[in-house]
């Protein structure tokens, strides 16, 4: 569950290398008090951002009085869909639990060009919601809330670890696979193929490829169990200003049955 207040924080510092120093670069004041999230920036509807193990992805009013607890929206990313028909039970009056969106949510203003298609370089202030699926599955998804009111999907990653395929949906919500068995390794941008449950939480930061800034997430490679060494031991570096390509994969040494109990000896005293 995650309370998104929309505070924006005031920054002075002028050093080159802080946020505050990026932020007056780039006109994040501009943005802040703008009229282009739907209506003003600076009072967007503070809310409540809580996944389900329906699946479903719920934005709540945190107001008080009568309007607080309202849902605003719910959203179903499109690498939970697959897991839904097992909810149906032919029990009367139930349904069977699964686990759906339970990783921790993370928000954050980022810089880019959010219409790469138009021909034109125009980056702007955007706000991203970045989750995982925890034990929900191997995948995270990314939505543009800057109109809170209105939800962008941007992408989704999913590892079939059963079939060994990668899927990737793109801000069309259209699905590309990519199979990594009998040899054959799926294209390097979308190597997620030793995603585990994603229970790890995103960082969002600003690093520098090719010498110019680039906002990207990090995070671990998720839950293994302890069983499965081929997925779960990566870090990732995902490209957020692109569909959440990867842009690196650090691979760390797994080994099956690595962890093992300790030995105890009992001593009388």
């Not at 138009?118 to 929900?136: E, V, Y």
């Amino acid at each position: 569950m995650l309370y998104v207040r929309f505070n924006f924080v005031q920054y002075n510092s002028n050093f080159q290398k802080t946020d505050s120093y990026y932020r007056q670069q780039k006109q994040y004041n501009n943005f802040k008090n703008s009229n282009n999230c739907g209506g003003s920036c600076s009072n967007r509807t503070e809310v409540v951002i809580a996944g389900a193990n329906s699946g479903i992805l719920h934005a709540f009013k945190a107001a008080n009085g009568s309007e607080g607890g309202k849902e605003l929206w719910g959203y179903i990313p499109p690498n939970i869909i697959g897991k839904l028909s097992s909810i149906v039970t032919t029990k009367p009056n139930a349904t069977n639990p699964i686990y759906g969106i339970d990783g921790s949510p993370v928000v954050k203003d980022i810089y880019f060009d959010d219409t790469p298609l138009n021909g034109a370089n125009d980056p702007r202030w955007r706000t991203i919601l970045l989750s995982g699926l925890g034990a929900g599955g191997n995948g995270y998804f990314a939505l543009d809330i800057t109109d809170i009111n209105n939800p962008k999907h941007l992408f989704a990653i999913e590892n079939d670890t059963f079939n060994k395929e990668i899927r990737h949906w793109n801000s069309d919500e259209n699905l590309n696979s990519y199979f990594y068995t009998s040899g054959n390794n799926p294209p390097p941008q979308f190597d997620y193929s030793k995603l585990g449950a994603s229970w790890s939480t995103p960082r969002i930061i600003r690093l520098k490829v090719d010498g110019k800034d680039r906002w990207v997430a990090v995070f671990g490679a998720g839950y293994n169990s302890g069983v499965a060494p081929e997925y779960g031991s990566a870090i990732f570096i995902m490209d957020l200003e692109n569909e959440g390509k990867l842009l690196k994969k650090i691979d760390i040494t797994d080994k099956q049955n690595h962890w093992k109990t300790p030995f105890i000896k009992h001593v009388n005293c």
